[in-house]
């Protein structure tokens, strides 16, 4: 596929290219129907739904391509002194094009002395000035900017429609040589494990295809290095038939590997919870395990409550490592308790 990344190829350019997010679309389309533009908008959902990529479409349609949006990102720029050259910008009006559109990105890092000399700016923005704030975490910026701000909620993309867009790369890549159906539980997999956010998605397909041009569910597997999902099924069984030994050579082993073991339990403990919805639901529906777990699923020798009591127990010992500066000890002790 080249040295070309697919996520920056594939970034949509236009309106009618933006998966899903239609509510937000049609307003803004509409926006510059009636140029009823704003001067201060607010972009805000999880990362890769789309913010900064509608900022830039939008940017570009309400100037009918002309000129260029002047981006800032306040993860790295979120001074007094940033927002000061923002407002030395915005004196003067655009040459070659209607709009002079500022894009802020992780607008929720500015510093309250940013804020302070923001608040001007988006009281009364400058003629013909619009300014963009994407942001995930909209309770982070100030109640005074906030409502003077037209906010839009991008929400997380479905499954489906991460489906759908990796398919039409696929496509358009002409990679997959007609193999799209025999690919689709490789692709669904990816899917879910981009938890919406598409961008990750895109990403994760390109990395697995630059490990192995064939899509498969193990192949994904070990591109992105989850053979712990293998781990995890053992350290369950072995648990459930009460094989003490069994249990602490897979801890001990994950640990001799490398394992981070505060983060292992973060994994095991999602592990888990998926294997009770699982068992609550039998779909692959709500849940990031792979479809080829299904038989070991369907097969698991515990019921809901057994597992039940598993993911207390982790929940429990996930909350007391935070501090803990010997993690795989208190998790050893942990697991030996509990199967008492």
Same mark, same amino acid.
């Given at each position: 596929m080249?040295?070309?990344?697919?996520?920056?190829?594939?970034?949509?350019k236009?309106?009618?290219?933006?998966?899903?997010?239609?509510?937000?679309?049609?307003?803004?389309?509409?926006?510059?129907?009636?140029?009823?533009?704003?001067g201060?908008?607010?972009?805000?959902?999880a990362?890769?739904?789309?913010?900064?990529?509608?900022a830039?479409?939008?940017?570009?349609?309400?100037?009918?391509?002309?000129?260029?949006?002047?981006?800032?990102?306040?993860?790295?720029?979120?001074?007094?002194?940033?927002?000061?050259?923002?407002?030395?910008?915005?004196?003067?009006q655009?040459?070659?094009?209607?709009?002079?559109v500022?894009?802020?990105?992780?607008?929720?890092?500015?510093?309250?002395?940013?804020?302070?000399?923001?608040?001007?700016?988006?009281?009364?923005?400058?003629?013909?000035?619009?300014?963009?704030?994407?942001?995930?975490?909209?309770?982070?910026?100030?109640k005074t900017?906030?409502?003077?701000?037209?906010?839009?909620?991008?929400?997380?993309?479905?499954?489906?429609g991460?489906?759908?867009?990796?398919?039409?790369?696929?496509?358009e890549?002409?990679?997959?040589?007609?193999?799209?159906?025999?690919?689709?539980?490789a692709?669904?997999?990816?899917?879910?494990?981009?938890?919406?956010? +598409?961008?990750?998605?895109?990403?994760?397909?390109?990395?697995?295809?630059?490990?192995?041009?064939? +899509?498969?569910?193990?192949?994904?597997?070990?591109?992105?290095?989850?053979s712990?999902?293998?781990?995890?099924r053992d350290?369950?069984?072995?648990?459930?038939?009460?094989?003490?030994?069994?249990?602490?050579?897979?801890?001990?082993?994950?640990y001799s590997?490398?394992?981070?073991?505060?983060?292992?339990?973060?994994?095991?403990? +999602?592990?888990?919870?998926?294997?009770?919805?699982?068992?609550?639901?039998?779909?692959?529906?709500?849940i990031?395990?792979?479809?080829?777990?299904?038989?070991?699923?369907?097969?698991?020798?515990?019921?809901?409550d057994?597992?039940?009591?598993i993911?207390?127990?982790?929940?429990?010992?996930?909350?007391?490592?935070?501090?803990?500066?010997?993690?795989?000890y208190?998790?050893?002790?942990?697991?030996?308790?509990a199967?008492?």
């Amino acid at each position: 596929m080249g040295n070309k990344s697919l996520a920056l190829v594939y970034r949509p350019k236009k309106f009618d290219e933006v998966t899903e997010q239609q509510e937000i679309v049609s307003i803004l389309q509409n926006q510059i129907d009636t140029d009823s533009v704003r001067g201060a908008y607010c972009f805000v959902g999880a990362a890769g739904t789309g913010k900064t990529t509608c900022a830039r479409i939008f940017a570009n349609e309400i100037n009918k391509g002309m000129g260029s949006p002047i981006e800032m990102d306040a993860a790295s720029h979120n001074g007094v002194d940033d927002v000061r050259e923002i407002a030395e910008l915005a004196k003067t009006q655009s040459i070659e094009a209607k709009y002079k559109v500022f894009i802020l990105d992780e607008a929720h890092m500015f510093s309250a002395g940013a804020w302070a000399a923001m608040l001007k700016l988006i009281e009364e923005p400058p003629a013909r000035c619009v300014f963009i704030l994407c942001t995930t975490d909209y309770w982070k910026i100030p109640k005074t900017i906030q409502s003077r701000c037209q906010r839009y909620d991008f929400k997380r993309i479905s499954t489906q429609g991460i489906v759908d867009r990796l398919a039409y790369i696929l496509d358009e890549e002409n990679t997959s040589n007609n193999k799209a159906q025999e690919w689709l539980p490789a692709i669904n997999y990816i899917a879910k494990l981009a938890d919406g956010c +598409l961008r990750d998605a895109i990403t994760t397909m390109d990395k697995c295809l630059s490990f192995n041009d064939e +899509l498969t569910i193990d192949n994904v597997i070990q591109a992105l290095g989850l053979s712990h999902l293998d781990v995890f099924r053992d350290l369950t069984d072995k648990y459930i038939h009460a094989e003490e030994k069994a249990v602490l050579e897979l801890l001990e082993k994950s640990y001799s590997d490398g394992a981070d073991m505060k983060q292992f339990i973060k994994d095991y403990t +999602l592990f888990i919870l998926d294997v009770c919805k699982y068992l609550i639901t039998e779909s692959f529906d709500y849940i990031s395990l792979p479809q080829t777990m299904k038989g070991w699923l369907d097969g698991v020798d515990a019921n809901y409550d057994d597992m039940l009591e598993i993911l207390d127990m982790l929940v429990e010992l996930d909350g007391g490592l935070k501090y803990d500066s010997n993690p795989l000890y208190t998790i050893e002790a942990k697991f030996m308790l509990a199967g008492r």
